[in-house]
């Protein structure tokens, strides 16, 4: 799978068509204009390639409460990292209500909320960020429990409150404390790759059955890279898989690559695949 994501098929420039293409390119490149203009192509581009892959941020429609369904009865123990007002909590105890859940959420209006809905001794509600260092950091926090409040300042909507929030990491939360944990929910707004590398020795050492992550935009605002998340998966033997509303596609990043738009995937530790079996698509594309 690395091999694959490092090998991109291209056109040769010493071939005749590899010349004719570099010096098309040379002439519109050496224009400031055309180039802008490449921008905006490329924008676009990526935001279509993010609505084929994505589809919809609606959990009824693209795949998430129907992964929940599949795993019924599958579920003991949970952590929803980024729980806002924690629909997908709710969602996963009328599949498993009998699951044991950590809920993480900085934002004081969230963990008010989520603290009235869930009187469940059962059900943890932990005001902090998760990532990947220990500290304080900035927050900025939506009005009305808003859905991309986030770490990453800039990506969060106009009006967002910043105030500073404390930050661990899942390793220090949960690696010594909880045992082993079958679904880890992350979303968080752009700092889902840097809360996975706080999680890189619960990862490393099989703690964690099945991860689901969030990918958007934001991710480019907080320097990660869908390569490099592929990339560690790979490396301690998880595959990563697309979810849509057809179901789990292994993700070919040599085709794809990064489009920063919104999707969610699905980080499978390879010895709890066949629970999922059903549900894997058998092509290149969703």
């Given at each position: 799978?690395?091999?694959?994501?490092?090998?991109?098929?291209?056109?040769?420039?010493?071939?005749?068509?590899?010349?004719?293409?570099?010096?098309?390119?040379?002439?519109?490149?050496?224009?400031?204009?055309?180039?802008?203009?490449?921008?905006?192509?490329?924008?676009?581009?990526?935001?279509?390639?993010?609505?084929?892959?994505?589809?919809?941020?609606?959990?009824?429609?693209?795949?998430?409460?129907?992964?929940?369904?599949?795993?019924k009865g599958k579920i003991c123990t949970f952590v929803d990292i980024g729980a806002n007002s924690g629909e997908w909590t709710e969602a996963l105890l009328s599949f498993n209500p009998d699951a044991t859940g950590h809920l993480y959420d900085p934002s004081r209006a969230c963990c008010e909320f989520l603290r009235a809905k869930f009187q469940d001794n059962r059900i943890i509600i932990h005001d902090k960020a998760l990532s990947n260092f220990e500290g304080i950091a900035e927050f900025a926090e939506e009005v009305d429990r808003g859905e991309t409040s986030s770490l990453n300042i800039y990506s969060a909507a106009p009006g967002a409150i910043v105030r500073q929030v404390n930050v661990s990491t899942f390793d220090r939360e949960l690696l010594s404390n909880s045992g082993p944990i079958d679904f880890v929910k992350i979303d968080a707004e752009g700092s889902d790759f840097q809360v996975i590398q706080g999680a890189q020795e619960a990862l490393k050492n099989g703690c964690?059955?099945?991860?689901?992550?969030?990918?958007?935009?934001?991710?480019?605002?907080?320097?990660?890279?869908l390569k490099n998340a592929l990339q560690f998966f790979d490396s301690i033997h998880f595959d990563t898989y697309l979810l849509s509303k057809k179901g789990l596609t292994l993700f070919d990043y040599s085709q794809w690559g990064d489009f920063y738009a919104y999707a969610n995937f699905l980080a499978v530790r390879r010895d709890s695949l066949s629970l999922l079996s059903g549900l894997i698509v058998p092509t290149a594309s969703p």
């Open positions: 799978m690395l091999e694959a994501m490092n090998n991109h098929a291209w056109i040769k420039p010493t071939s005749l068509l590899g010349a004719a293409a570099d010096a098309i390119h040379s002439a519109l490149g050496s224009r400031e204009t055309m180039a802008k203009l490449a921008i905006k192509i490329r924008n676009q581009m990526n935001m279509i390639v993010g609505k084929h892959l994505g589809q919809s941020c609606n959990s009824y429609v693209n795949g998430e409460y129907y992964l929940l369904e599949v795993l964690i059955r099945w991860l689901q992550f969030e990918y958007n935009a934001s991710w480019l605002d907080a320097g990660s890279s």
